[in-house]
């Protein structure tokens, strides 16, 4: 049989030592720079040198994580980075911007990158996008079920990792606004505040227990994944190298764990025990858990285990390295204006004069659209390969019914618009934060929405059609496991609506983005069209908020007319 790779995490020199003693087969690792684990320790360059030179001794890969969002100022910086690593002998990035990882692919095809789970790959046209623009592995969404995993893995055409064991975003494939938006620490610079460990409505129905599918190893081998993920930068040594010690011994004797080896994970860390509902596809209120006293407890009273692995492995040798990362400068779109645009959650709420309110394309989420009422529609956020003929059919009806537009937010629904006949639009969940990942979609797409973390300056740096979030209610998650509740309540009382959108629960922003004021700060960032975001809002206060925007009216009067 082929042999899986077990891959560990090293937030620290010690913990990658631990792991590699321990039986791992690759570890990864993050700098100082562009790393989704800013808070774990990582490594300098003279640490990264002497962790791939003991790596490469003992027969183990190393694999670097360059897995945040770039801007076009930072892209010098990154590439930087990248060149350094390559000589240094790293055998694979972990990247999640896309406009990097294109760039890195045309200066040095000879360095492996694997798409990050930031990327969101969670069907068989996602990975087919991912090998296009250069991807060698794609990690997947950890929210695949056994049956969406195997078709994955049956006919992706590159390797397919999949993490097995560690904490759970409750967000699809961690993009998560949440911590941006509430406390300014981006989970897409590697900031992430954990909001969703805190307390809402007297409860935490955000906080998912770890995930383990320490009892599906004989699954996840026949069914053919190239590397198990060990989730755990932010750990500690001993427990990365207690949970790969248990890991390796699964692998190598082909079995599923034992209650007693179940036991002596929870041990080494739990929040309340583990989850496999995602891959089980039983989900509900029992995938929740937090870390309780008697967590801490047993993680205390748990024995230190020593030993090292019998290392049979053959040192690795990599071929020469000999090409220069080459920086391009950021291209400029060749196509005109973004046209204006809105979505509307609620149907009934859509102006039928909406075109003469400055609005050109309006959209409507694909499981209300009705027809002649909208002009545009909303791929739902996430589509697993189960779903993919249903939604086709939905997406052909709604062309019947008068849509001619498609706002897309995964790379795995851009060949699913198009089998429609749809005209294609980036939404922002496409995470696009630079002229380089725009550039990939300008040839795809009539324009982009922008990511809405972007500011001023940056947004003018990206020369393109483009639209930009003026109004709404930012949706800050997207879940697989539904709330089970109407809205959240924080310890502040501040009050975040939950509402449906393509099956799943989406979390969205306790006040609205509101910048019919600031129309002139806007303009000097260059031509842009203006996205709204409706949500909440009924038939009058959305036609007052865009009466708002035509009139330009300061935040205080806009709240006066609103109400």
């Not at 990690?139 to 078709?151: I, M, Y």
């Not at 941006?180 to 955000?206: H, W």
């Not at 009139?551 to 806009?558: H, L, R």
Request: proline share 4%; with cysteine; aromatic share 8%.
């Amino acid at each position: 049989m082929k042999k899986i790779e077990l891959l560990a995490p090293a937030g620290s020199y010690e913990a990658l030592v631990a792991a590699v003693e321990n039986g791992a087969d690759a570890v990864y690792f993050g700098t100082s720079l562009f790393n989704a684990r800013m808070m774990a320790k990582n490594f300098s360059r003279e640490d990264v040198v002497r962790a791939v030179t003991y790596c490469h001794e003992k027969g183990v890969h190393a694999f670097v994580t360059m897995n945040t969002a770039i801007t076009d100022r930072q892209m010098k910086d990154a590439l930087n980075q990248v060149q350094f690593l390559y000589e240094a002998g790293v055998d694979a990035l972990i990247v999640a911007d896309l406009g990097l990882a294109v760039e890195i692919h045309k200066s040095l095809p000879d360095f492996p990158l694997h798409a990050s789970t930031q990327c969101s790959a969670h069907n068989v046209d996602g990975v087919k996008f991912l090998k296009e623009i250069g991807f060698s592995r794609a990690v997947v969404a950890r929210e695949l079920d056994k049956d969406n995993l195997r078709t994955l893995c049956e006919q992706s055409p590159i390797e397919i990792e999949a993490f097995v064991h560690g904490a759970l975003c409750v967000s699809q494939s961690g993009q998560c606004l949440f911590s941006s938006f509430l406390g300014g620490r981006s989970g897409n610079r590697g900031e992430c505040a954990q909001p969703c460990r805190m307390m809402y409505n007297g409860k935490y129905p955000l906080s998912l227990k770890d995930l383990s599918l320490a009892e599906h190893i004989t699954t996840l081998v026949e069914m053919g994944v190239a590397s198990l993920k060990i989730e755990g930068r932010m750990k500690s040594p001993d427990y990365v190298g207690r949970v790969v010690r248990i890991f390796r011994t699964l692998l190598d004797e082909r079995r599923n764990a034992t209650k007693d080896e179940m036991a002596s994970l929870a041990e080494i860390f739990s929040r309340s025990g583990f989850t496999d509902g995602y891959f089980e596809k039983q989900i509900g209120p029992s995938m929740l858990g937090i870390r309780t006293e008697r967590d801490l407890a047993a993680t205390r009273r748990a024995e230190k285990q020593g030993g090292v692995f019998e290392n049979k492995r053959e040192p690795i040798t990599i071929p020469e390295r000999v090409n220069k990362v080459v920086l391009n400068q950021a291209p400029i779109g060749k196509k005109g204006k973004a046209a204006s645009s809105a979505r509307f959650y609620n149907p009934a709420c859509l102006p039928a004069d909406y075109k003469a309110r400055g609005v050109a394309i309006a959209y409507l989420p694909l499981d209300v659209f009705a027809k002649g009422a909208a002009n545009g529609v909303v791929l739902p956020p996430v589509i697993f390969d189960s779903e993919r003929e249903a939604v086709l059919e939905k997406l052909k009806n709604a062309v019947k019914n008068g849509a001619v537009h498609a706002l897309v937010g995964n790379v795995g629904h851009i060949a699913l618009a198009k089998e429609a006949g749809l005209i294609l639009h980036g939404d922002w969940r496409l995470n696009i934060m630079s002229s380089y990942t725009a550039s990939i979609f300008d040839a795809i797409m009539e324009d982009i929405t922008l990511s809405p973390e972007l500011i001023l300056p940056q947004i003018r740096d990206i020369r393109f059609a483009k639209n930009v979030i003026v109004y709404g209610r930012q949706i800050l998650m997207t879940l697989e496991k539904p709330v089970g509740a109407p809205q959240l309540t924080d310890r502040t009382k501040a009050v975040f609506p939950i509402l449906r959108e393509g099956g799943r629960d989406i979390l969205v922003n306790s006040v609205p983005t509101y910048m019919a004021d600031r129309k002139a700060e806007l303009a000097k960032a260059g031509e842009m069209g203006y996205h709204f975001l409706f949500t909440t809002e009924g038939k009058q206060e959305t036609l007052n908020i865009l009466t708002s925007y035509e009139k330009g009216w300061t935040t205080k009067k806009a709240v006066r007319r609103i109400k």
